[in-house]
């Protein structure tokens, strides 16, 4: 299967991915795809920086192409 995966995330000032959940609605329904993206997304790795917020937000959009 392919198929996009829109991951809201919660971002550290460490840069390390404190929470990951799948948006619903604009996401794949394929568990396999939504399991994968969000693992993919808690193992992202940002710039830290001391001078960033507590908490940061944003959205990983995965493309998944069928093979």
Not at 12 to 39: F, H, M, Q, T, W
Not at 49 to 56: I, L
Request: aromatic share 8%; glycine share 8%.
């Amino acid at each position: 299967g392919g198929g996009d995966v829109t991951v809201r995330i919660t971002v550290a000032r460490s840069g390390k991915v404190e929470n990951a959940e799948i948006v619903d609605g604009v996401s794949s329904a394929d568990p396999c795809l939504r399991d994968y993206a969000k693992r993919a997304a808690l193992l992202s790795r940002f710039t830290a920086s001391e001078s960033a917020p507590k908490k940061q937000f944003g959205n990983i959009v995965y493309r998944f192409i069928a093979q």
